[in-house]
């Protein structure tokens, strides 16, 4: 089965939910190409104060479908690649802000997906990593970049190198996400913060 993606509107803000069968969301080509057609898509409506992307309470997302990246040919390899480097792009100078509502693991894929958000809520049960420094690969999806100037280099040598996590607390206290808030609570923080930033504006 294949990672969904799920949308909704709650209020003046557009919920994009990342989805699997199994609870944890995976990065495929199918997946990014929907999450680039809602971008394109919302973009162009009138009133959006921003959009909140958010997974399952077991995972935010957990980066690529190793089954699926092994199988691909060097040449399709490439291209998956740059088509990852496309959605981060993408959302990173996205014209509405667009908030990471993050509960359970976040790491890899997902973990580039949330530092390329303009802005991260963690729930308490929020895991952050990149696990493949401990199976020798690195990301290529600009998250050692991102990572390095939001949390400082010491800290994005620290994760990438040795694969460990780190939990919501020590991700606040790396400047990584903005709020930590109870488990269920992330995507009201995270619509809330919008629709106050969306008000601000208008005054």
Known sequence: MESILRSAWLGSVALL?????????????ALIKQLLAQFDALEQMSGLAGIVLTGTPQAFAVGANLAEVSALSPLDALRFSRLGQRLMQRVERYTKPIAAAICGYC??????????????????????GHPGGSLGIITGWGGTQR????????????????????TAAEAFASRLVSRVVPAETEVNAAV????????????
């Not at 939910?17 to 080509?29: C, T, W």
């Not at 990572?147 to 780190?166: D, H, K, V, Y």
């Open 107 to 128: 790491l890899g894929g997902g973990f580039d997906l949330a530092l390329a958000c303009h802005v991260r809520i963690a729930a308490e049960t929020a895991v952050f």
């Open 192 to 203: 809330a913060l919008l629709e106050a930033a969306a008000a601000a504006k208008q005054r």
């Open 17 to 29: 939910q990342l989805d699997d069968p199994s609870g944890y969301p995976r990065l495929e080509r």
């Open 147 to 166: 990572l390095s100037r939001i949390a400082g280099r010491a800290r994005c040598l620290e994760i990438l190198t040795t694969g460990r996590t780190l």
